[in-house]
């Protein structure tokens, strides 16, 4: 089953309107009329504008990095899907490990946001991935089993081409400490495993999963070659055109 790659940027809490803008043009630029693989960015809610304005013309599609689950209310700071949508975004990142982590997220609370992004006709990208501490008790498979099934109420077959999985080990991101390419494939597997328990083989197999944490232009490419890693959501490299550029270039572009 050949999955087309998805190379994502999320730019997280990084940039001003103008970088924003300036790099958002020289990504479209790196991706060109390639077609063969798929590019997405993640700005801040308050640059998804000005970015999705210097993104036009190209198939880079834009996204943001969460939302809130309720469409509309007393939720003050808080962003709901609608308004997401009604502003361009394409596509939402859904439980990234700081948002779980850092601010206390739930598998409930994920599959709600899941739930509103599909509702909103934008696609979700799911991130999972388990602690150094999980990992060194050997319960990732256990982790990224809660955290999949959690998903299961949420997700069917009709969302398909929606919805993605970007496996993110949390001890990976922003630690220079990257999975080997053996150890994602194992995770991915894994993942893929999971997803065929809620959602079937077939839907399983065409669903892509990413690998995030650490990438680099110098281990994209190992990354990118194994069976089960189909794409890669890139956070500090993915700030910088010079780091970037080759990142997107490691993916086959028709
Ligand atoms: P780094 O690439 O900076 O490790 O971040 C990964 C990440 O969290 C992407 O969502």
Not at 108 to 125: G, H, I, P, S
Not at 148 to 154: D, S
Not at 208 to 237: F, H, I, R, T
Not at 242 to 254: M, T, V
Request: aromatic share 4%; hydrophobic share 45%; proline share 4%.
């Amino acid at each position: 089953m050949s999955r087309m790659p998805i190379i994502a940027g999320n730019w997280k809490m990084h940039l001003t309107r103008r970088r924003a803008a300036a790099l958002a043009r020289a990504v479209a630029a790196a991706q060109g009329q390639a077609d063969g693989r798929r590019c997405v960015v993640f700005p801040a809610f308050v640059h998804l504008e000005i970015v999705r304005r210097n993104l036009k013309g190209s198939n880079v599609q834009v996204g943001a990095q969460n939302c809130h689950e309720m469409k509309e209310g007393a939720f003050t700071g808080e962003i709901s899907a609608p308004m997401l949508r009604d502003m361009g975004a394409q596509q939402v990142l859904v439980g990234h490990s700081e948002r779980r982590h850092v601010f206390g997220e739930t598998d409930a609370r994920v599959a709600a946001k899941l739930a509103a992004v599909l509702a909103n006709r934008m696609a979700a990208m799911v991130c999972v991935g388990e602690t150094l501490e999980e990992r060194e008790s050997e319960r990732t498979l256990e982790v990224l089993q809660r955290q999949i099934q959690a998903l299961a109420g949420v997700l069917r077959a009709e969302h398909h081409g929606r919805f993605s999985v970007a496996y993110e080990p949390v001890w990976a991101i922003g630690t220079g400490r990257t999975a080997t390419p053996r150890v994602a494939q194992e995770a991915h597997a894994a993942v893929r495993r999971l997803l065929a328990g809620i959602l079937g083989a077939e839907m399983a197999a065409r669903t892509p999963v990413l690998y995030g944490g650490s990438v680099k232009p110098g281990n994209a490419d190992e990354l990118l070659g194994q069976p089960d890693v189909d794409g890669l959501l890139v956070g500090g490299a993915s700030l910088d055109i010079e780091s970037f550029g080759p990142i997107l270039a490691a993916a086959p572009s028709a």
